[in-house]
């Protein structure tokens, strides 16, 4: 609902504003090509090379043995 009633000001592209791009599926065509090679190696970079952190937050505090001994569980169950 938000695209049809807003549209940020500004370019997407030199020469591509944002109110020219459509909605949906149909967005895909219209930016350019080398706007979706930023995009996906913005994503593949972050997955790679980790530049959002490596967070300590949710990691189990464990010893070495044990620690090993749950990855090797986890990685025979198929969730790792």
Request: aromatic share 12%; charged share 20%; hydrophobic share 50%.
């Amino acid at each position: 609902i938000v695209p049809e009633i807003y549209r940020s000001p500004g370019e997407i592209a030199p020469g591509v504003a944002f109110a020219d791009i459509p909605n949906g599926v149909a967005a895909i065509n219209a930016i350019p090509a080398l706007g979706w090679f930023q995009m996906v190696f913005l994503i593949g970079a972050v997955d790679y090379w980790g530049f959002l952190g490596d967070f300590e937050a949710g990691k189990p505090d464990l010893a070495p043995e044990e620690l090993e001994k749950r990855k090797l569980q986890e990685l025979q169950h198929g969730r790792l």
